[in-house]
């Protein structure tokens, strides 16, 4: 004692405190199994040269030879924390021996939290201090220090592991800056190394990050290729640069590469080789993509995205390894196309439960328009095919419903026709215009002429008026622009007669009025 005192030899400061009402038991002793349990641990000191804490789980501690125990639970020290089970203190080596599984993570400034940056370690030796100095009077030596014997692994909250770290040893962990401190190690995305060795250092958050620029690297097991850099950090591992894969290729200035998928904002995007005869390009959208099952969704924010050589897009577009569809907005020319199902081929476009509408630019009113129509846009044809659900088509412009099964669109012609399954069946057609109800009449034969707005009809005209049937000459006419019937020059009326036969007065220039009246004229 008079030698220790003197400081001509070494003593330690071992103590270790526990808080216990009556009744409760302090320690247990197997002296069969030479080991000693101790219960409601509240503090252990173990040296008087920094302070180290220890956060055993459940407060019990278990000792088995001389000083040395055994522990699960929590060790901060400095600006570090370990974590594990098993944790072996041994006196002797005055080290404490970490088993598998173990954790090493760093405390933020308030001493409060852990940041977000956990090593994932088997087999880590903590060294408090030299044997022969368990005091801790002689402080000119590295203690206490932490060496790992293998690799460990860096995660961020216990997500998938991004970084494998070579052996390390930290020296003077009671004192040493985070900001001083680095690891060397690789990158790893689904356990491939995606690049060359890089250093891990501390941000403003004392958390780990790295960051690697070069010309070409291999993500997603050779599945995509990116010209530009990668950063990791506690907010995940991103990409910046150009991006290159068999389906689709885009550049981003920051995009989250995460277990087998890419998930973020590009700025630039455009078909991959693979659909080639699909071509699509976007300046800016969402993108989704996993590269393993060669599957992506792009998204719209700003920018439409342009597909084939004139049709504009603005909505979700995804591909299956195999087809590509959609669901938005449709536009090309003054033709507009809405649906949460299309299915883009090289050879057209189709959709199902689409709102199909020809816009007018001098007012609100379209030319054309059909809901709930399931569609095909043949390219080679240049036509498009609306088949009727449970909605008429309508020229608003005109005040015109139209029951057909069929609407053919001919973009060159600028013609749209009419027709029924059943091609000997007829039609309805209903104006607005005529009557307190819409006026309905039946033809077999329709056409609307975009360009100059006008309806004509044939076969299978009757129109139904007040006492009279109009049929037109030779059963066929054209509406006016506005949708009016024209004078039906040398058409024939029908005198309706319920006792005699109709009357036919024919070669007639008639008129018919908004209230289904009707006007012969002289001249």
């Known amino acids: 004692f008079q030698k220790s005192y003197k400081k001509k030899y070494d003593y330690d400061s071992f103590k270790i405190e526990s808080l216990a009402a009556i009744g409760d038991t302090v320690a247990d002793i197997d002296l069969y199994l030479n080991k000693m349990e101790i219960n409601k641990v509240h503090k252990i000191n173990l040296t008087n040269r920094y302070n180290i804490n220890l956060y055993p789980m459940s407060n019990k501690l278990m000792f088995f030879k001389n000083k040395c125990f055994y522990m699960d639970g929590n060790i901060d020290l400095g600006s570090f924390a370990f974590s594990g089970k098993d944790i072996s203190f041994d006196y002797d080596s005055f080290a404490f021996y970490f088993s598998k599984n173990s954790l090493m993570s760093f405390l933020v400034d308030s001493k409060n939290e852990i940041s977000s940056s956990i090593i994932h370690f088997d087999n880590g030796i903590l060294y408090l201090d030299s044997t022969n100095n368990k005091s801790g009077a002689s402080k000119i030596n590295d203690f206490p220090k932490f060496s790992t014997i293998a690799s460990s692994h860096l995660s961020y909250n216990n997500e998938p592991v991004l970084f494998l770290i070579n052996p390390f040893t930290v020296s003077y962990l ?19 190394k995606i690049g060359p060795e890089s250093i891990l250092k501390f941000n403003a958050t004392n958390n780990l990050e790295t960051y690697l620029e070069r010309d070409k690297f291999n993500l997603y097991k050779g599945k995509v ?48 080789d693979f659909l080639v005869d699909i071509p699509f390009s976007s300046e800016s959208s969402l993108l989704s993509f996993s590269p393993y099952s060669d599957e992506f969704i792009v998204k719209s924010i700003e920018d439409t995205i342009y597909m084939y050589d004139d049709i504009n897009f603005f909505g979700d577009m995804y591909f299956d390894s195999e087809n590509l569809n959609g669901t938005g907005d449709l536009n090309f020319m003054n033709y507009s196309i809405k649906s ?63 029951d057909f099964d069929l609407a053919s669109l001919y973009l060159e012609k600028q013609l749209i026709e009419f027709s029924n399954n059943n091609t000997s069946q007829e039609g309805v057609l209903s104006s607005s215009r005529y009557g307190k109800k819409a006026f309905k009449y039946n033809a077999q034969d329709v056409a609307f002429d975009i360009n100059k707005n006008e309806l004509c009809v044939a ?39 319920w006792l005699f036969k109709d009357k036919l007065i024919n070669n007639k220039h008639v008129v018919i009025k908004p209230s289904l009246k009707h006007l012969i004229l002289d001249n």
């Open 459 to 497: 076969n299978g005209i009757q129109l139904e008026i007040k006492n009279f049937w109009i049929q037109p000459e030779n059963n066929k006419f054209c509406t006016l622009t506005n949708g009016d019937f024209p004078v039906f020059t040398n058409s024939t009326l029908i005198k309706k007669r």
């Open 225 to 272: 290729s990116l010209n530009g850099s990668v950063q990791l950090s506690e907010k995940g591992l991103f990409g910046s640069g150009q991006f290159n894969s068999s389906s689709v290729n885009f550049f981003a200035e920051k995009i989250h590469l995460l277990s087998g998928q890419i998930v973020g904002k590009t700025n630039s995007i455009i078909n991959g």
């Open 174 to 192: 009671h004192d040493i800056s985070l900001n001083n401190l680095s690891f060397n190690g690789n990158i790893f995305l689904d356990g491939m």
């Open 340 to 402: 949460a199902h299309f299915y883009f081929s090289e050879n057209g476009i189709a959709s199902a439960d689409a709102n199909f509408s020809i816009k007018n630019h001098y007012n609100d009113k379209a030319k054309f328009s059909v809901l709930s129509t399931s569609i095909e846009y043949i390219f080679s044809e240049k036509s498009i095919l609306m088949y009727k659900n449970n909605n008429p088509f309508v020229l608003d412009e005109i005040n015109y419903s139209i």
